[in-house]
């Protein structure tokens, strides 16, 4: 027991040596590091002119999209329309069968020339002709002269004795039916007048339903998908081909109602699509006059220029609105956020302490990201966190 002691007896004077030298004690030299404030890089948040952006996803359509669609029926004689082929505005897409519509034009035609010849009308004319010029006019208004002078006749005759009151009566009677005959040859030329207008709209008719037998491009695209093929009988309204324009593009977007409210038409928007380096950049062109009704959101229409004509119609963008900042924005760099269960934290030193402060962010971007609410112009923050938290006391230096 007593060895056992003195081998002891050694270590315990190691142990009190040190306390006997004067030396701090290793628990008080960290207390003491401990209360000392660490050294943090720091920087002042202030406003700096930059743009501000809203963000928004949405689906990028055609311009243009139509069902070219016969107007007569008729059997499909050819057709030109293949997917893929671009055309003009008036090209020719398909042809009917226009024999038919040939044969009603001519019978238009003669039916109109017959309603011309009735008013005496001459080849080249035009279809304007004055009453008194026609010839039942001219006949009746001859006869009711004649039956005038008849009149004034059998009357001096019927004072002076040489004829009979009756003849003078019939005179009379002859006057009122040339009056009669004269107004009914207005009313003829009136009837044929309207009949002539008739044929000339029949014409008119028979002569638009021939030219509706050649399918034209209605406006500069591409052709989207051939419905039908040559021999098909199609009906009224039967669909030959689609044509679409993609130059310019179409991305609809939706926006809150509070974020719709500070975009304009003419805003700038940039749009990302996968599979492409650069963005496509357009401008807002519309804007839905109310909100839906079962999102609260405003729909808005983006033009985006496409002079490659790209096949990006159906694709999915993501897009950047580009919203002018007056007053200037509050800019952080993302590395000095931080980040966790969906909340961004800026630390802000104040009289030397550490305080966490909850942000709202705008878009980031170039690795800095806007400040929208939580933090103000002219508070310092720590520029790399790090561990550091809350509470804790620190110096910034440069």
């Known amino acids: 027991m007593l060895q056992e002691a003195l081998r002891a007896a050694p270590a315990l004077l190691v142990l009190v040596l040190p306390g006997c030298s004067g030396e701090v004690p290793p628990a008080l030299d960290a207390a003491a590091s401990e209360s000392a404030p660490r050294d943090v890089r720091g920087a002042t948040l202030v406003r700096v002119p930059s743009e501000r952006l809203l963000f928004a996803t949405g689906e990028i359509e055609p311009d243009e999209r139509v069902t070219v669609a016969t107007k007569v029926p008729g059997r499909l004689a050819a057709i030109v329309a293949e997917r893929g082929l671009a055309v003009q505005q008036g090209e020719v897409l398909a042809r009917l069968e226009a024999r038919e519509y040939e044969l009603r034009t001519a019978q ?10 009735l008013l005496g009308l001459a080849d080249g004319a035009s279809d304007a002709v004055e009453s008194e010029a026609t010839a039942a006019v001219r006949l009746a208004r001859a006869g009711l ?19 009979s009151q009756a003849a003078f009566e019939r005179a009379e009677t002859d006057l009122r039916a040339a009056e009669s005959r004269l107004q009914e040859a207005f009313e003829l030329v009136a009837t044929r007048r309207a ?33 039908v093929s040559p021999g098909a009988y ?9 044509l679409v324009r993609i130059d310019p593009l179409r991305l609809v977007l939706e926006l809150p109602a509070a974020d719709a409210a500070r975009v304009a038409p003419g805003t700038e928007v940039r749009a990302t699509l996968a599979g492409e380096a650069a963005p496509l950049v357009g401008k807002v062109t519309r804007l839905a006059p109310a909100l839906s009704a079962a999102s609260r959101t405003r729909a ?21 609105l580009v ?23 800026l630390l802000v030193v104040v009289d030397g302490l550490v305080e966490e402060r909850r942000l709202t962010l705008g878009v980031p971007r170039d690795g800095l990201v806007e400040v929208l609410a939580g933090a103000t112009a002219g508070d310092v923050y720590v520029l790399e966190p790090g561990s550091l938290a809350a509470g804790a006391r620190v110096r910034v230096v440069p």
């Open 108 to 117: 238009a035609e003669a039916a109109l020339g017959a309603a011309r010849a």
């Open 145 to 163: 002269e004649r039956a005038r002078l008849e009149r004034e006749r059998a009357q001096a005759l019927a004072r002076e004795g040489v004829d």
């Open 195 to 227: 009949t002539l207008a008739q044929r000339r709209a029949e014409l008119e008719i028979a002569r638009a339903q021939l030219g509706e037998t050649t399918l034209e491009a209605p406006f500069e695209g591409l052709v989207l998908a051939r419905l």
């Open 234 to 242: 199609l009906a009224i309204g039967d669909g030959v081909c689609e």
């Open 300 to 320: 808005l229409e983006v033009a985006l220029a496409n002079p490659e004509r790209r096949p990006l119609a159906g694709a999915f963008a993501e897009a950047h």
């Open 323 to 345: 919203l002018a900042s007056a007053d200037g924005a509050l800019l952080v760099p993302l590395t000095a956020l931080r980040s966790f269960a969906g909340l961004d934290k």
